[in-house]
């Protein structure tokens, strides 16, 4: 069997033949595999979901409880066949519940990893390597040049601008379903215990993470109704990056905007959004991170998707490994 008669690229996504299915598919289908809950993987509207069960309660919270017509939770490792296919989920690392997905028939296994990272995160499974003969991987940061420091170095740099300037807020920009708890967390780990204000568009997440027993911490709301702006001089703030050209944003004194991304790597990309202290926390892999997952898989051959794909296609023929972009189309960077 060829890798292309087992999972090929359509309009809706990449999809299985033989199994019928399509995994993190843009549009409605008739079955969805789902690696993750962030927007750009997992849209409501299938027929039937197959996740696992933290994506199917995110997506629940996101969408609503009737975001597909069924649903199927997989546990991590558990083999399922779909007509004669074996599919299995696996740790993807990148947020709650995210998970590689392995596809195997007639000898051939396929590994699409929708969004992983390999840093440790205390909010989420770590990514386990999952052997294969062909790897789909993403290539969000794949650049020589993102090289992505320790995430608590980063949250160091915020405590002692917190310190330096009690009398200032800190603004921080996080995605709101994994950057932010991870934020949050990390948080907690360096020792900060006073409370964290949230946007209301981080409430139900942060909670869902909280009953899965992830402990963040005391979060209070940060909500244009309550409050002045003296109540939060000192304090940390962690809202989306959307919601800081609005009112709510002007509501906080002097404060000092951050924003954690991958993207904070490029210093321009910080200075034309107006990112005062820029965090470079990713929820992705970066160079060297994608190099070595790459090899450790033991794939003879890769498949590039949604990033920097030229860029990774040549190292891997560099490296004797056959390789090509699939140039699928919806896959943005809410997590980044």
Same mark, same amino acid.
């Given at each position: 069997?060829? @890798?292309?008669?087992?999972?090929?690229?359509?309009?809706?996504?990449?999809?299985? +033949? %033989?199994?019928?299915?399509?995994?993190? =598919?843009?549009? =409605?289908?008739?079955?969805?595999?789902?690696?993750?809950?962030?927007?750009?993987?997992?849209?409501?509207?299938? &027929?039937? /979901?197959?996740?696992?069960?933290?994506?199917?309660?995110?997506?629940?919270?996101?969408?609503?409880?009737?975001?597909? !017509?069924?649903?199927?939770?997989?546990?991590?490792?558990?083999?399922?066949?779909?007509?004669?296919?074996?599919?299995?989920?696996?740790?993807? !690392?990148?947020?709650?519940?995210?998970?590689?997905?392995? /596809?195997?028939?007639?000898?051939?296994?396929? /590994?699409?990893?929708?969004?992983?990272?390999?840093? @440790?995160? %205390?909010?989420?499974?770590?990514?386990?390597?999952?052997?294969?003969?062909?790897?789909?991987? #993403?290539?969000?940061?794949? *650049? @020589?040049? $993102?090289?992505? +420091?320790?995430?608590?170095? #980063?949250?160091?740099? *915020?405590?002692?601008?917190?310190?330096?300037? %009690?009398?200032?807020?800190?603004?921080?920009?996080?995605?709101?379903?994994?950057?932010?708890?991870?934020?949050?967390?990390?948080?907690?780990?360096?020792?900060?215990?006073?409370?964290?204000?949230?946007?209301?568009?981080?409430? &139900?997440?942060?909670?869902?993470?909280?009953?899965?027993?992830?402990?963040?911490?005391?979060? #209070?709301?940060?909500?244009?109704?309550?409050?002045?702006?003296?109540?939060?001089?000192?304090?940390?703030?962690?809202?989306? @990056?959307?919601? $800081?050209?609005?009112?709510?944003?002007?509501?906080? +004194?002097?404060?000092?905007?951050?924003?954690?991304?991958?993207?904070?790597?490029? &210093?321009?990309?910080?200075?034309?959004?107006?990112?005062?202290? %820029?965090?470079?926390?990713?929820?992705?892999?970066?160079?060297?991170?994608?190099?070595?997952?790459?090899? #450790?898989?033991?794939?003879?051959?890769?498949?590039?998707?949604?990033? &920097?794909?030229?860029?990774?296609?040549?190292?891997?023929?560099?490296?004797?490994?056959?390789?090509? +972009?699939?140039?699928?189309?919806?896959?943005?960077?809410?997590?980044?």
């Amino acid at each position: 069997m060829r @890798p292309s008669d087992l999972l090929c690229s359509r309009p809706q996504g990449l999809y299985c +033949p %033989p199994g019928d299915f399509f995994i993190d =598919p843009v549009s =409605p289908v008739d079955r969805a595999l789902i690696t993750h809950g962030h927007s750009d993987h997992a849209r409501s509207g299938h &027929r039937s /979901v197959l996740a696992t069960r933290e994506t199917l309660d995110i997506m629940a919270l996101r969408y609503g409880a009737d975001f597909a !017509g069924s649903t199927q939770a997989a546990a991590l490792g558990e083999t399922i066949s779909l007509n004669g296919v074996a599919v299995s989920f696996h740790p993807a !690392g990148h947020v709650l519940g995210s998970a590689q997905i392995a /596809v195997k028939h007639n000898g051939l296994t396929i /590994v699409a990893s929708g969004d992983y990272k390999r840093q @440790p995160d %205390p909010t989420c499974a770590a990514f386990e390597v999952v052997p294969c003969d062909v790897f789909i991987t #993403e290539a969000t940061f794949a *650049l @020589p040049v $993102f090289r992505h +420091p320790p995430a608590q170095d #980063e949250i160091g740099k *915020l405590l002692r601008s917190v310190e330096q300037f %009690p009398e200032r807020s800190h603004l921080v920009g996080a995605y709101a379903l994994g950057k932010a708890q991870r934020v949050m967390r990390l948080l907690r780990d360096a020792g900060y215990d006073k409370p964290i204000y949230i946007h209301g568009a981080m409430a &139900r997440i942060s909670d869902y993470y909280q009953g899965q027993g992830i402990d963040l911490g005391q979060l #209070e709301p940060a909500t244009v109704e309550a409050g002045g702006k003296a109540d939060f001089a000192g304090a940390i703030v962690i809202g989306p @990056p959307s919601t $800081f050209a609005d009112r709510w944003a002007r509501r906080f +004194p002097d404060p000092v905007s951050s924003f954690a991304s991958g993207w904070m790597r490029i &210093r321009q990309r910080a200075k034309q959004g107006g990112v005062e202290l %820029p965090l470079i926390i990713s929820d992705h892999g970066d160079w060297d991170e994608l190099a070595a997952t790459i090899k #450790e898989t033991g794939a003879s051959e890769v498949w590039v998707t949604h990033g &920097r794909e030229e860029a990774l296609v040549r190292w891997c023929e560099l490296e004797g490994l056959a390789a090509k +972009p699939l140039h699928l189309i919806g896959y943005e960077d809410e997590g980044q």
